[in-house]
């Protein structure tokens, strides 16, 4: 082998170790950077978890808090009047001297929602739904047909009459005949459940006059509703 051979073979020789001692410094170098993605990839996962577990926490205390504590808490502090329950309604229209409906009210604090049923007249077995606020006495709401293609809508302010038995005022509503809007006397009448000892007073006593004397009874004997 002449001179020139040998310093050839330790060229190369050396270019190989350089090849090798490079490639195992960038399998030392990827070992880190994988190792911290992978810790990167661990941490947003736990983030992502963390805020969705956080927010489902959060929605379950605000749906408990708004279902139940704060009805409760709002009943508990009310000291107005309370006017849920059932009421007789009574409306004379242009087309009905005797439009009749029941009315159901469920009241939170001042908050009043309930629904509206026709019973006798030209809108016969139509259902409504209200939602509205009582103040000093005064019953204000909005309703609406709950039939998605009926336009028929309005308002009505009533005030609390006759020791809590009566509200009064007047209703604002579209009128589809001639697309106007007409506003009515409406009245209310709380409904009262006769109990049987009641019934029997009015049997035995034969008499219609009896019935006026409904109203001197407690409120748990209860009396029937009377038309305005």
């Known amino acids: 082998m002449n001179h020139f051979s040998v310093i050839t073979v330790v060229m190369l020789f050396s270019q190989a170790t350089s090849v090798v001692q490079a490639a195992n410094g960038q399998a030392d170098l990827v070992q880190p950077l994988n190792g911290g993605a992978m810790a990167f990839s661990e941490s947003v996962v736990a983030g992502v ?3 969705i577990l956080l ?3 959060n929605w379950i205390i605000k749906s408990v808090w708004l279902a139940h504590i704060s009805p409760w808490w709002e009943n508990l502090t ?3 009047a309370r006017v849920d329950g059932i009421w007789e309604t009574k409306l004379i229209t242009d087309l009905d001297s005797d439009y009749r409906e029941v009315a159901k009210i469920k009241q939170v604090g001042h908050r009043v929602a309930g629904t509206i049923e026709c019973t006798n007249g030209v809108d016969r077995g139509n259902a409504y739904e209200f939602i509205g606020t009582i103040r000093n006495t005064i019953l204000s709401a909005y309703y609406w047909n709950t039939d998605k293609t009926a336009l ?6 009533l005030r609390l009459e006759s020791n809590g038995e009566r509200l009064r005022g007047y209703t604002s509503y579209y009128f589809d005949i001639d697309h106007s809007l007409k506003s009515r006397e409406y009245c ?3 409904h009262r ?3 049987h000892e009641t019934k029997q007073i009015i049997l035995n ?3 219609p006059g009896v019935l006026t004397s409904i109203a001197s009874l407690s409120p748990n004997e209860g ?5 305005p």
Do not use: C, I, L, M
């Open 55 to 57: 927010g489902g926490f």
């Open 205 to 207: 006593a034969g008499k």
């Open 78 to 80: 009310y000291s107005d």
């Open 188 to 190: 209310w009448t709380r």
């Open 49 to 51: 978890v963390a805020a």
């Open 193 to 195: 459940v006769v109990n």
């Open 152 to 157: 028929d809508s309005g308002s009505f302010s």
């Open 223 to 227: 009396q029937e509703p009377n038309a």
